[in-house]
Nanobody, 123 residues
């Protein structure tokens, strides 16, 4: 299994970024997909998840209303549209996949991880 993130970078507060995660080596439509992030000195935290069909999405309270998760099962790709970015959103963002129904905020439930992409928001 390989998950490859792209789209990170440096942006000013209030700006937007769109992360992508290209998946290979798995039956993409059989996996819940998610995004976690880890800021320096902090634990990895749940950001968002989307169910297998894309019919349901879930967000951490800190990003609700600003971030949108989506997926394209035909392209084996998931996305995270991030708007109204704030300095506290600065972190390494990880794409993750889990072979289950629904979603978990517990990172240990997910079986596959990307290498991460850095998002830095300047004030």
């Amino acid at each position: 299994v390989q998950l490859v993130e792209s789209g990170g970078g440096l942006v000013q507060a209030g700006g937007s970024l769109r992360l992508s995660c290209a998946a290979s080596g798995l039956t993409f439509s059989s996996y819940t997909m998610g995004w976690f992030r880890q800021a320096p000195g902090k634990e990895r935290e749940f950001v968002a998840a989307i169910t297998r069909s894309g019919g349901s999405t879930y967000y951490a309270d800190s990003v609700k209303g600003r971030f949108t998760i989506s997926r394209d099962n035909a392209k084996n790709t998931e996305y995270l549209q991030m708007n109204s970015l704030q300095p506290e959103d600065t972190a390494v963002y990880y794409c993750t996949a889990g072979p289950f129904h629904g979603y978990y905020t517990d990172s240990t439930k997910y079986t596959d991880w990307g290498q991460g992409t850095q998002v830095t928001v300047s004030s």
